[in-house]
């Protein structure tokens, strides 16, 4: 498959770099655009140099690069995430803002129809951020919101992180196991 990955300038770059790790294990072409904010989020919430996670993709282009192949419609690509989604990220999308790279590739995604998956990272929403997100939802995109889930018993923040990352790679389609999948309970007969 070949994805689109955008890191936007939200806390939570743990999530964009295990997506990164993983499509990159199972031989996706990933093409990269990561804002000045998300670079100095990197630099603060990981141990990562900015290089480490360029490195991660195939393909790495400026936030102003709206030459990169993705930036138009006839450019055939599988999908795209943007992960964490920043909330001017989210306005711009909801809005129809191409004044970025990422955003100009989510309003492609949209208008041709592809998968696009957003994952805003914020919290408490205000009804502003909420009614962003039902505009995404209502265009097209899917909204994953950065929320931990606790039936597969994480262990650890990594584990936290795989159920996310996981979420994301199941919606585009991308086999993985990184998660316990909810297996329910099981009705007792009673005799």
Same mark, same amino acid.
């Given at each position: ?7 936007? %300038?939200? &806390? ?10 993983? #499509?990159? =294990? /199972?031989?996706?072409? $990933? ?64 809005? %129809?803002? &191409? ?10 995604? #949209?208008? =041709? /129809?592809?998968?696009? $998956? ?74």
């Amino acid at each position: 498959m070949e994805i689109v990955v955008g890191i936007s %300038g939200a &806390s939570g770059v743990a999530y964009a770099v295990r997506l990164l790790r993983v #499509l990159r =294990e /199972k031989g996706n072409i $990933i093409h990269l655009v990561i804002t000045d904010s998300a670079a100095k989020i990197i630099e603060l919430e990981t141990d990562f140099l900015l290089k480490d996670v360029q490195d991660l993709a195939d393909h790495v282009y400026a936030s102003s690069d709206f030459t990169a192949p993705f930036a138009s419609g006839s450019h055939l690509y599988d999908g795209m995430v943007v992960i964490p989604c920043s909330m001017g990220t989210l306005s711009a999308i909801a809005c %129809g803002s &191409s004044d970025t790279l990422i955003t100009r590739a989510a309003d492609v995604c #949209l208008k =041709e /129809k592809r998968r696009l $998956i957003i994952v805003p990272r914020e919290t408490p929403l205000g009804l502003v951020q909420l009614r962003n997100m039902v505009v995404a939802a209502e265009a097209g995109a899917v909204v994953l919101p950065a929320c931990p889930a606790f039936y597969s018993q994480p262990r650890s923040l990594d584990d936290l992180v795989d159920v996310l990352v996981g979420r994301v790679l199941d919606l585009l389609g991308v086999e993985n196991d990184l998660y316990r999948r909810w297996q329910g309970t099981l009705e007792r007969k009673c005799l």
